[in-house]
């Protein structure tokens, strides 16, 4: 948190545009500032003034001649540039821009928000926003701020952070977690992040000691990449970022591009990273909430066996149902378990799971038997987690409940989770008593399995992509492949040479003969039946004009196929250059798989497998990962497929060999890793999964053009270095 | 209303089981009425007491001599019985048993149940419970409750009613939609279903007058067929029915089966029967919150067209991302709607969809300008509906955009719905004023999204199943079909028998010639290559055991093939009765389907038709419908299909005359409709569609067999009947 200390928690701060005008942003700032009791400076400025609010108002930032760690810039747009030239002069080491008026306003605001940046970059000042709602650090009264931030009701400290895009949506799900009950840390709007992004405070917030959660809505990120690595190491410092992104359909990614002129990005790479990174995806309002107060107790299911235990019956069947497509199960207890469930759960009721206590249970007379019970059920080693129905119990048994739950759940390590949907007016005191303790109390009992899901696939996610293998990543994904040189030419390359590469990185191929034209086979070593396919960098789809013959059982047959392709390549591609033809194995039988690699302008390179044919394009059974990943995350991409149960013999078909699919895609990631700056996509297609391995039977490597390579986003400052300066 | 008005509005009510023992459900039903204010007559029932409450309490039911509307009972199981014999002593019309200890707690409390029933029937009774919460009629201050329904706090009156099986979470249900504000009519829980059912109560109350909306919890029902016609009764009521069914999972229906021993039911033909009748399906707390306040003004969109408008961008955008997979679309705005918004929106702002209004907007000094793009939009005939989003937005500008957009919604049929994250205590000016104008303010952009998507479904599902074609149906459905004398007989049908039962009822099939044992072809008007297989009801599965060759070109081949199948059969099948030899067309080519029948001992005949071949087990891209039904309902079913652009010629196919499978299947369901009491399943697989349609290749018919006939639900009482004997 270093980077950003003075920023969040400044010793002093001047104010820049303060008026009486009513709702101008400086003035909300210098006025939430004292009503909510900043302690260190405020310096607000207006050369028409010489007080503010009972303080000096100066002039201009030049005229305080005290130390100023942060400015706020609240004046409109074209005077900003020059305030902004101020504070590089006076060495200020941060400024946050809340006025509008920059990209978002026409060719004038960027020209200005370039301005910015650049005397930003020149020297050494963070820049938050332009067009922002500003921030506040509410443990230590900053407010930074204009707006809603500002506003009543006051958020209550907390160590959930919120770094947002959107001001107006953000603090939307600060609102909505307040009003359940979550406190905050900093609360970030940054608004068009001409120097600042979210993904940077993000990272630097995992390094703050009393951020345990962080929470962020983007519409977009220049550096996909970043993000990644950002949140893998959250997931290491086991420090959870709940990531809402907007912007994820057609419509959605339109209405963006309008709102902050932000790049989207494909959602499906973000998916991707969701995957790698542990990152918990966020939809709705609720769910921030839900899964804050879920992470809270640091508290992970060991398993996906649920244990769910309550007076209603009904809520249990929720649960279930709830649960189920989330990969909970409702697990068997023990023998023993329902042993010592039996003497303290009535008759009427139940001590299998669900176990049914029965109305009413929830009393002061009942206390030392719910006791029993809960230990007994988390005592039980297929019990991963627990959840307790009280429903619609009245506040006195709820009471009840929450000091015994409350208690016991300290002495587990594993999740505890409460459905009530007692109004919580009617029910401070449980309310207290729950919170006190940790323990997640949720309005639904979907809500509830929904939350337990979640904290499952965090732990899942964390231990699978912490452990030895990923760690060895790097090593393999940064290895020195010699690459070849026809890569750097940047010309496109014929099937054949696409393949030879392939071959090369480990991903197995048909078995060819490349021959000149005119040139007729010796058939060396292919075992018929056989494929002809013209050779030509010019000719990407062969099939179109006649390149391809199949099926050619022998030699005489190859022979004519060699003759009819290169002569209709001649007739319908005159202007091709003819490299030669391919004379292929063909492959019978298998599964047919497509595989490939997109080098993305904000992910950079990343994998794709899925079902090949006609369902590729109407299923879209498709997976991706960011490259470069190992074969366990490869397994993982092919086990996500729907087409999945096909590969372990579904209706008395082989059993495919997944493996040899699996380390073909892994290699195919480090290689994509490796090759980013020159190659721009791979396709394989198809590629066929069979008993005895698999194979590309036609592929496509595309270098990167030199156009694209000019068009790559101008390079990130190194913001390390521009602060070392300060 | 008129079967249950003294059931819920009853003018005097006997309490059996009141005793100062705390928590007794009797007591708890006299104090709840006594507390609330019922102002009718009120007799307790104890033979131990002289008094309750300061009222007589009377030894038996018989002791009052005054005229009883309904008698609630509270003594333990094993007094049931005997009370309830006073009860049909007494001519009382209505009972409701509180008590536990029937048919889920074990044999005797099943011979208890079975006796509360015949007394019941005998009587003319109609009994509410047992086991069950019983039921509040809020307006009338009605509590034949205990538990939950009798606590604080008390339901506000209001024009929903709600119907639940399962007592503590179906309050869950009412308590969540208090808190929200909703008002309620009647609220009942029905426990175990021993007479009235869900069904029969949702049935009830869409003959009440005063209540707009039903929302049920159940976990199964018996009758899914009466379920479905009450449906369509809503339907054409204009009535909505929001049903949360619990076990929809196999866990879900494990747990349930624990609890109420109800038939779940398979959640497929539920959700074919919410698609048939419009009606709501909830699977979330907050869904029923957010369905009842948009249901509550009666708007219906016309189209899929959204606007939205607002002071938060993120919020758009997020809006967006909900509604596209719902089918919404943020339409464009038209010129003139565009002119008219350009004075009244700040120039930063944008007047295409979403409409950015900038932050502040909501204040007293634009409201002019916002009744002015009010009305620009919701006059734009691209508009079907507009969603608001005030955001953050604080309580004095929440109160302005209340004031203007009550008043102008008024204006307009189509809905209007708000987004607000403003806390509720600090925003009750407004919210009181959108309430009083109906108008529904929702907590996300996306639930407001989710909310807007089903009113469109519900006024599409409704245009869609009232019209004239299907109108026709019943006509269609019970049309004297000429049953085939050989499904009365009750034995398996060979293939050949199945195909000429479908070709009857106008499914086309494969051309066929059936030859006895032993015979040879002549092949006339057939046309090659063939297929041969052998017939005989005794081998369903012919493949198994080489009863089938296909690809027969020759009149030789077939003669071999003949002479194969046949040893085949007799060799591996030697206890089979052979029927003879089937000689078909074989079908070449078109995308391969499977339909078919399932009688179902819940819902009757129901209809499938999907991906045929391996895709069908993995996919499962198959999706129902409750026969009989129309064309154009088939074409809803084939227009649902995962692998529908197929058929439309996907990646350069022919067109497939999806015309044809739409009529095939139309009369499939009319057929099963007709043949409902002799016919258990129709198999079809594959059914081939091609461009020149659709024809099933292979068929199984199976007839219901005695056995099952046996076993089907005993005949539900004639209520109506029933009531008119009092």
Same mark, same amino acid.
């Given at each position: 948190?270093n ?11 001047a104010v820049?545009?303060?008026s009486d005008?009513p709702g101008r942003?400086?003035?909300?700032a210098v !006025?939430?500032?004292?009503?909510y009791?900043?302690a260190g ?12 609010e ?5 002039p201009s930032?030049?005229?305080i001649?005290?130390p100023i ?5 609240g004046v ?6 020059s305030?902004?030239?101020m504070?590089a ?8 821009v809340?006025?509008?008026g920059?990209?978002?306003s026409?060719?004038?605001g960027v ?9 930003a970059r020149?020297?050494g000042?963070?820049l938050?926003?332009p067009n922002?709602l500003?921030f506040?650090s509410?443990h ?5 701020a204009?707006g809603?931030?500002?506003r009543?009701p !006051?958020?209550?400290?907390g160590?959930?952070s ?10 939307s ?8 009950g979550v406190?905050f ?5 940054t608004?068009?992040e001409?120097?600042v992004?979210?993904?940077?405070f993000?990272? &630097?917030?995992i390094?703050?000691? !009393?951020? &345990?959660?962080?929470?962020?809505y983007i519409?977009?990120?220049r550096?996909?990449r970043r993000?990644?690595e950002?949140g893998?190491r959250?997931?290491?410092a ?5 990531l809402w992104? $907007? ?6 990614a339109?209405?963006?591009?309008s709102?902050?002129a932000s ?9 991707a ?6 990152i *918990? ?9 839900d899964?804050?107060?879920a992470l809270a107790p ?6 996906n066996?649920v244990?769910v235990?309550?007076v ?9 149902d709830?649960g189920?497509?989330r ?11 329902q ?8 008759n ?5 799971n669900p176990i049914?206590l029965t109305?009413?249970?929830f009393?002061e007379q009942n206390?030392?038997k719910?006791e029993?019970?809960?230990r007994a059920?988390?005592?039980?080693e ?6 307790v129905?009280l429903?619609t119990t009245?506040?006195?048994?709820s009471?009840?409940?929450?000091? *015994?739950? $409350? !208690?016991?759940?300290r002495?587990?390590p594993?999740p ?7 109004p ?6 449980a309310?207290a008593?729950?919170?006190a303790d940790?323990?997640p109390?949720l309005?639904s ?16 996610t964390r231990e699978?992509?912490?452990d030895q293998?990923?760690?060895r990543?790097?090593?393999?994904g940064?290895?020195?492949y010699?690459?070849?040189?026809i890569l ?6 014929s ?12 991903v197995?191929i ?12 010796n058939f ?6 056989l ?6 960098r010019d000719i990407?789809h062969k099939s179109?004009?006649g390149?391809v ?5 022998t030699?005489?047959?190859v022979e ?7 002569s ?5 591609a005159?202007k ?10 063909m ?5 047919e798989?497509?595989a490939g690699?997109v080098?993305?302008?904000?992910f950079g390179?990343?994998v794709m ?6 369902y590729?394009?109407i299923l879209?059974?498709?997976t ?5 990943f190992d074969?366990?995350?490869?397994t993982?991409?092919l086990?996500?497929?729907k087409?999945?149960?096909?590969f372990d013999?579904?209706?008395g ?5 997944v493996n040899s699919?699996?380390r073909?895609l ?6 994509a890793?490796?090759?980013r700056d ?11 999964l069979s008993?005895m391995?698999v194979?590309?039977?036609d592929?496509l490597?595309?270098?990167k053009?030199?156009v694209?390579?000019?068009?790559a986003?101008c390079?990130r400052?190194?913001s390390?270095a521009?602060l070392?300066?300060?």
């Amino acid at each position: 948190m270093n980077k950003f200390k003075y920023l969040l928690e400044p010793r002093s701060i001047a104010v820049v545009g303060v008026s009486d005008e009513p709702g101008r942003p400086g003035s909300q700032a210098v !006025r939430a500032l004292l009503k909510y009791g900043y302690a260190g400076r405020i310096f607000p400025v207006n050369p028409k003034y010489a007080e503010f609010e009972g303080m000096t108002c100066y002039p201009s930032v030049e005229a305080i001649n005290e130390p100023i760690d942060l400015v706020i810039i609240g004046v409109p747009a074209k005077g900003v540039v020059s305030v902004m030239e101020m504070c590089a002069a006076k060495s200020v080491s941060y400024v946050v821009v809340l006025s509008g008026g920059f990209r978002e306003s026409g060719p004038e605001g960027v020209e200005r928000e370039r301005q910015l940046l650049e005397i930003a970059r020149k020297s050494g000042i963070r820049l938050i926003g332009p067009n922002c709602l500003g921030f506040a650090s509410i443990h230590s009264n900053v407010y930074a701020a204009f707006g809603s931030i500002t506003r009543e009701p !006051r958020l209550t400290p907390g160590s959930v952070s919120l770094v947002t895009q959107s001001g107006g949506f953000g603090y939307s799900i600060a609102l909505s977690c307040a009003e359940a009950g979550v406190g905050f840390r900093h609360v970030i709007a940054t608004g068009n992040e001409t120097d600042v992004d979210t993904v940077e405070f993000i990272d &630097s917030l995992i390094d703050d000691e !009393r951020t &345990s959660c962080i929470v962020a809505y983007i519409e977009g990120t220049r550096d996909g990449r970043r993000l990644l690595e950002v949140g893998r190491r959250a997931l290491a410092a086991g420090k959870p970022i709940l990531l809402w992104k $907007g912007g994820i359909t057609e419509q959605g990614a339109r209405a963006a591009e309008s709102h902050t002129a932000s790049m989207t990005g494909t959602y499906d790479f973000y998916k991707a990273m969701y995957k790698q990174t542990g990152i *918990v995806e966020i939809s709705e309002l609720h769910e921030v909430v839900d899964y804050v107060k879920a992470l809270a107790p640091g508290k992970y299911p060991q398993s996906n066996g649920v244990a769910v235990m309550g007076v209603s019956g009904g809520s249990a069947i929720v649960f279930a149902d709830a649960g189920e497509p989330r990969g909970l199960s409702l697990c068997e207890l023990t023998e023993v378990t329902q042993q010592r469930l039996a003497p303290v759960v009535p008759n009427i009721g139940a001590i299998h799971n669900p176990i049914d206590l029965t109305a009413g249970y929830f009393s002061e007379q009942n206390k030392e038997k719910l006791e029993v019970a809960l230990r007994a059920v988390l005592e039980d080693e297929n019990v991963g987690s627990l959840c307790v129905n009280l429903a619609t119990t009245g506040a006195a048994g709820s009471a009840v409940a929450a000091e *015994v739950i $409350g !208690r016991v759940s300290r002495d587990y390590p594993k999740p505890v989770v409460i459905f009530s949907s007692t109004p919580a007016a009617s029910n401070s005191e449980a309310l207290a008593v729950f919170a006190a303790d940790k323990v997640p109390v949720l309005p639904s009992p979907s809500r509830a399995a929904n939350a337990i899901a979640m904290l499952l696939k965090y732990r899942t996610t964390r231990e699978c992509h912490l452990d030895q293998s990923n760690n060895r990543l790097d090593e393999l994904g940064g290895r020195a492949y010699q690459l070849p040189s026809i890569l750097q030419a940047g010309n496109v390359l014929s099937e054949a040479e696409s393949k030879d590469v392939l071959a090369d990185v480990g991903v197995p191929i048909t078995k060819d003969i490349l021959l000149n034209i005119g040139e007729m086979p010796n058939f060396f070593g292919l075992t018929f039946p056989l494929v002809v396919k013209i050779v030509s960098r010019d000719i990407p789809h062969k099939s179109e004009i006649g390149g391809v013959k199949v099926g050619l059982r022998t030699a005489e047959a190859v022979e004519a196929a060699i003759k009819e392709v290169t002569s209709n390549a001649r007739r319908l591609a005159p202007k091709a250059t003819l490299d030669g033809v391919l004379v292929s194995e063909m492959v019978s039988g298998g599964y047919e798989l497509i595989a490939g690699v997109v080098n993305d302008e904000v992910f950079g390179p990343v994998v794709m497998v899925g079902a090949g044919g006609i369902y590729a394009e109407i299923l879209k059974d498709v997976t991706f990962r960011l490259a470069p990943f190992d074969v366990r995350t490869a397994t993982e991409m092919l086990d996500e497929l729907k087409c999945r149960p096909i590969f372990d013999g579904a209706r008395g078909g082989a059993v495919l060999d997944v493996n040899s699919a699996a380390r073909a895609l892994a290699s195919l990631s480090q290689f994509a890793w490796a090759s980013r700056d020159v190659v721009q996509e791979i396709d394989i297609n198809p590629m066929f999964l069979s008993a005895m391995g698999v194979i590309a039977a036609d592929a496509l490597v595309v270098p990167k053009s030199l156009v694209k390579a000019e068009q790559a986003p101008c390079p990130r400052p190194d913001s390390e270095a521009a602060l070392a300066e300060n």
